[in-house]
């Protein structure tokens, strides 16, 4: 197409003729002499203007939706970046217990307690690797659609709408790809939780080697 002016965009078989028509059959803009004499003389087509608002009421649509979506994201993450916070405070507080418990003992236990600290600290890992690793995930998904929202509110603001009904169908298919996403994954309740890491020292001596967590 050739654009002949700002407010129009010209056929390029009929430069005299605007672009006025969308081809349905064809999914694309076009002018009357085409539907009537030209490569859409066979096809099904109907007013530019219908089919320019149902588009952009699609589009806007779309960005409401992933708006919305982010914003839940978004709230996720705050979320888990609290729970990585719980689990470091939870394992700050389960040592600083341990400690205590094993330093009155602590000519027999001093190497079991570094053993089980360890374990306190593998898990402390694995959950905070975990977590962040959604964390990272989700985070990926928020840049991507927030780049689709801000090239879809681009695309809003076109005022040709031949033009716009180009871009908008690739965005709408975009849109449309990221609502197809499964559901967010997310840490089981109490996930944070560290109480497992617990032992009693009411035991005898003789059998302080064997002293291990215990739940409960």
């Not at 499964?182 to 064997?210: A, K, W």
């Amino acid at each position: 197409m050739n654009t002949k002016s700002e407010q129009h965009l010209m056929c390029e078989e009929h430069e005299e003729e605007k672009i006025n028509i969308y081809c349905l059959t064809c999914e694309t803009p076009t002018c009357s002499m085409c539907k009537v004499f030209g490569a859409h003389k066979d096809c099904e087509v109907a007013p530019l203007s219908n089919i320019y608002k149902r588009q952009k009421s699609e589009l806007s649509d779309g960005i409401a939706m992933l708006v919305a979506g982010n914003d839940r994201i978004q709230a996720i993450v705050t979320q888990m970046e609290e729970i990585c916070k719980s689990i470091e405070d939870n394992s700050r507080r389960q040592k600083q217990l341990l400690s205590q418990r094993f330093d009155s003992l602590y000519n027999i236990l001093e190497e079991r307690k570094k053993e089980l600290l360890q374990v306190i600290s593998r898990q402390q890992e694995e959950k905070l690797e975990s977590v962040r690793g959604l964390i990272r995930q989700h985070g990926d998904h928020l840049e991507v659609t927030s780049k689709l929202v801000e090239s879809s509110i681009q695309s809003m603001e076109e005022p040709q709408m031949a033009a716009f009904l180009q871009s908008a169908k690739e965005l709408i298919k975009k849109m449309s790809d990221m609502s197809k996403v499964s559901t967010i994954d997310r840490p089981d309740p109490g996930y944070e939780n560290m109480d497992h890491f617990t032992v009693n020292v009411d035991f005898v001596s003789e059998m302080l080697r064997t002293i291990d967590f215990h739940s409960g």
